[in-house]
T-cell receptor, first 117, second 114 residues
Framework: NAGVMQNPRHLVRRRGQEARLRCSPM?????VYWYRQLPEEGLKFMVY????????ESGMPKERFSAEFPKEGPSILRIQQVVRGDSAAYFC???????????????FGPGTRLTVL | GDSVTQMEGPVTLSEEAFLTINCTYT??????LFWYVQYPGEGLQLLLK?????DKGSNKGFEATYRKETTSFHLEKGSVQVSDSAVYFC?????????????FGTGTQLKVEL
């Protein structure tokens, strides 16, 4: 069973360009979380999605960032008009269908390291 | 809001030494608590977890006990190996917002030397 896949592993963009990060959850997982890790810091929650729905985007910056998890295909985190402060590692995690009152384990991908020049 | 505080690193130990990495948390209700490990260039791997007070999570010789009275979840291992060198993250999930988003500490780097 393949783990969580993220691509690309490394992405370099110039200021003002768009960055598109992809995440394929583990087979059978319908919940996806995106986290950002700035240098020398812990991971910060960005957004939580289920298929075709954004459930919690309380950690997403209000502008330039968007996320989707279509019925078919990977989840996409898109950053428009990137700035140097967007340079970070972006991690995706997936979990299976969650029952009320339970805490399912999140399985993390290897991350995409974004560098903005 | 929720928060997790970990001891700062790096922590440098000799092989076979005893390890403690302190973790305390602030949260409403009864969160679930986790330790994740990150090896260089890789994503996070779940090391252990505990979902209620007094639970002890354990894996690969590591263990941590959920202490509600002290709001702590300290990670311990009796005898570390060079292969344990990594960054360790303490995290919590309170189950609010319709999901199980994780709140992480800043991480503690562990270096184990021969």
């Amino acid at each position: 069973n393949a783990g969580v896949m993220q691509n690309p592993r490394h992405l370099v963009r110039r200021r003002g360009q768009e960055a598109r990060l992809r995440c394929s959850p583990m087979k059978g997982h319908s919940h996806v979380y995106w986290y950002r890790q700035l240098p020398e810091e812990g991971l910060k929650f960005m957004v939580y999605l289920q298929k075709e729905n954004i459930i919690d985007e309380s950690g997403m910056p209000k502008e330039r960032f968007s996320a989707e998890f279509p019925k078919e295909g990977p989840s996409i985190l898109r950053i428009q008009q990137v700035v140097r402060g967007d340079s970070a590692a972006y991690f995706c995690a997936s979990s299976p269908r969650q029952l009320a009152g339970t805490t399912d384990t999140q399985y993390f991908g290897p991350g995409t390291r974004l560098t903005v020049l | 809001g929720d928060s997790v505080t970990q001891m700062e690193g790096p922590v440098t130990l000799s092989e076979e030494a005893f390890l403690t990495i302190n973790c305390t948390y602030t949260a409403t209700g009864y969160p679930s608590l986790f330790w994740y490990v990150q090896y260089p260039g890789e994503g996070l791997q779940l090391l252990l977890k505990a979902t209620k007070a007094d639970d002890k999570g354990s894996n690969k010789g590591f263990e941590a006990t959920y202490r509600k009275e002290t709001t702590s979840f300290h990670l311990e291992k009796g005898s570390v190996q060079v292969s344990d060198s990594a960054v360790y993250f303490c995290a919590l999930s309170d189950g609010k917002g319709g999901g199980n988003k994780l709140t992480f500490g800043t991480g503690t780097q562990l270096k184990v030397e021969l």
